[in-house]
């Protein structure tokens, strides 16, 4: 019994997800908590951050090849962030869906931004402000104790545990 459990343990994921400013702004941090938490994830770590330009270029260095990569950094280090750490079964790839599309007007209604969002997100002088969301995909062993989570190489990660 005790094996199995460890097992399931060993299998369960956890996922970052970011409310960037705008939906801060907005007021929709306990609409998206509710959103994950009546699916049947679980909140393990959450933290309220105003990221650095320099912070922000790191989180999104994936995309610092594309044209919106800089507006999309001020943007995110242009107020309070609200960062966590999501557990469950499939949390990686279910997360996404509750979410949605990046772009507001290709995801579906009944996902986060299809149903509080209208345009894609960058600069926060924008009127129309946007959901925008941030997820970071991981899988790691959580069977054991806490301190595997500060472990966590990616920056995201570090963010929510305070960790440099
Ligand atoms: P996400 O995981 O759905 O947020 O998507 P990505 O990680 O690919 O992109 C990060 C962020 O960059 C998005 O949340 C948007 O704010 C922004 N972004 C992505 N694609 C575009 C785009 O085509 N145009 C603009 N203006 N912003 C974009």
Redesign the pocket.
């Known amino acids: 019994m005790l094996q199995e459990q460890e097992a399931h343990a060993a299998e369960m994921e956890r996922t970052f997800i970011a409310i960037k400013p705008d939906g801060v702004q907005r007021g929709l941090i306990s609409e998206i908590i509710s959103r994950f938490e009546r699916k049947g994830y679980k909140l393990v770590a959450v933290k309220i951050v105003i990221p650095s330009k320099d912070f922000a270029q790191k989180h999104?260095h994936d995309?610092s090849e594309r044209p919106?990569f800089n507006g999309?950094c001020e943007f995110l280090s242009s107020g309070p962030v609200l960062a966590m750490v999501w557990e469950g079964e499939g949390v990686i790839k279910y997360g996404r869906k509750l979410?949605g599309a990046?772009d507001p007007q290709k995801s579906e209604p009944g996902t986060i931004r299809g149903d509080l969002a209208v345009v894609?997100?960058?600069y926060k002088h924008h009127s129309t402000e946007v959901m925008?969301?941030?997820?970071r995909r991981m899988r790691l062993n959580c069977g054991s104790n806490q301190r595997k989570l500060v472990n966590y190489t990616s920056n995201a990660e570090k963010w929510v545990y305070g960790v440099n």
């Open positions: 999104y995309l919106f999309l979410i990046t894609v997100g960058r925008a969301l941030r997820q």
